[in-house]
Nanobody
Framework: QAQLKESGGGVVEPGGSLTLSCAAA????????MGWYRQTPGKERELVAR????????YYTEPVKGRFTISRDNDKNTVMLQMDHLKPEDSAMYFC???????WGQGTQVTVSS
């Protein structure tokens, strides 16, 4: 049974940084494209970043380009999201996602506020 567990969220001031981690288990992580999504109350969940199984191909939604970096460690079954120069509009619940299984983690809250 595929499982994802996010960590690393918290409260940070504008301009600050956070690193989110997602620990994966129960499926062949090395062969799985992975994604990070975010959601705020009353809005649809949106794709933030995506990374291919081998890590060579990445995609970022326009608002986070140049500020966020997605990476993965296939030996540790972990996908990370480095978030720099955070803005208040980045505040959301962030979710890890296994694309081909359509499995989600429980989410980790990021709040950017002074």
């Amino acid at each position: 049974q595929a499982q994802l567990k996010e960590s690393g969220g918290g409260v940070v001031e504008p301009g600050g940084s956070l690193t989110l981690s997602c620990a994966a288990a129960g499926f062949n992580f090395r062969n799985a494209d992975m994604g990070w999504y975010r959601q705020t109350p009353g809005k649809e969940r949106e794709l933030v970043a995506r990374i291919s199984s081998g890590g060579k191909s990445t995609y970022y939604t326009e608002p986070v380009k140049g500020r966020f970096t997605i990476s993965r460690d296939n030996d540790k079954n972990t996908v990370m999201l480095q978030m720099d120069h955070l803005k208040p509009e980045d505040s959301a619940m962030y979710f890890c996602h296994v694309i081909f299984l359509n499995v989600w983690g429980q989410g980790t809250q990021v709040t950017v506020s002074s």
